[in-house]
């Protein structure tokens, strides 16, 4: 599926939307290699590249520092040093918090364009909720979501369909009616298992994956494209 394009009917009748946080609405990339190489020089291990840690970022926190940690330790080296890595990795993010992130063009522009087409919105992020949440007001961007999931809110994050059922339940809506829209294949093994449609951006990160190998029903350039082909395919019929 070429970017730009999404399935026909998929989106008829869509009345909310499920936004995914890192890699959809921000580059946080900068952020977590700050976090990340401050966690790493208190075990004196060299920094690590940006490059590195976009292939890891996507599956939370703990799989974020278990594979950081495997570069350098086996598994048992790795589980004996995690809670003081999860510790050091937590007060170093939380320090530098949106500091180095940047919202990708057209962010606001998208969300405002849902809210205007009378969409509801909510976010689900794998991210911990207490990054996430003073992330999204920093950025001015909590305003638009009704509900925000972080990847520590409930007792399964994305890939698992928890979160966005907890979402279509929280509106009332069958998830049909619910998109998701997300960076990677976590957002879109989520919506898959939750019967929600679902599209995906381009340029975030994709665990090193081409977007184009992952099952959605659309590609979209950015959040104000989605907004779009959102408003295109639920014109009131009259
Ligand atoms: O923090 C992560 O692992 C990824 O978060 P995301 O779900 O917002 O992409
Ligand atoms: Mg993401």
New binding site residues.
């Given amino acids: 599926m070429q970017a730009g394009t999404v399935k026909d009917h998929v989106l008829a009748g869509v009345r909310a939307a499920i936004i995914?946080?890192?890699?959809?609405m921000l580059d946080?990339v900068p952020d977590f290699q700050v976090a990340i190489n401050g966690m790493r020089a208190e075990f004196d291990l060299a920094p690590i590249s940006a490059d590195a840690i976009k292939l890891m970022?996507?599956?939370?926190?703990e799989?974020?520092i278990r594979t950081v940690l495997a570069l350098d330790f086996d598994a048992a080296g790795v589980e004996q040093r995690f809670e003081h890595a999860m510790d050091a990795y937590q007060r170093h993010y939380l320090a530098v918090n949106g500091q180095f992130s940047t919202l990708y063009p057209d962010v606001e522009a998208g969300l405002a364009a849902m809210k205007a087409a009378g969409l509801r919105l909510a976010c689900?992020?794998?991210?911990?909720i207490a990054?996430?949440l003073p992330l999204l007001k920093q950025k001015k961007l909590d305003g638009y979501f009704e509900i925000v999931y972080g990847?520590d809110s409930l007792p399964q994050?994305?890939p698992h369909p928890m979160p966005l059922l907890q979402v279509c339940a929280d509106f009332d809506l069958a998830p049909a009616k619910v998109v998701a829209i997300?960076?990677?294949s976590?957002?879109a093994q989520a919506a898959r298992a939750a019967a929600c449609p679902v599209l995906t951006v381009p340029y975030?990160?994709n665990h090193g994956h081409s977007i184009h190998d992952t099952d959605s029903d659309g590609i979209v350039n950015t959040l104000l494209e989605a907004a779009h082909f959102i408003s295109m395919h639920n014109r009131p019929a009259y």
């Fill in positions: 995914d946080l890192d890699g959809t946080t970022v996507g599956k939370g926190s799989n974020l689900v992020t794998n991210k911990p990054f996430a990847g994050k994305k997300g960076d990677s976590n957002d975030g990160y």
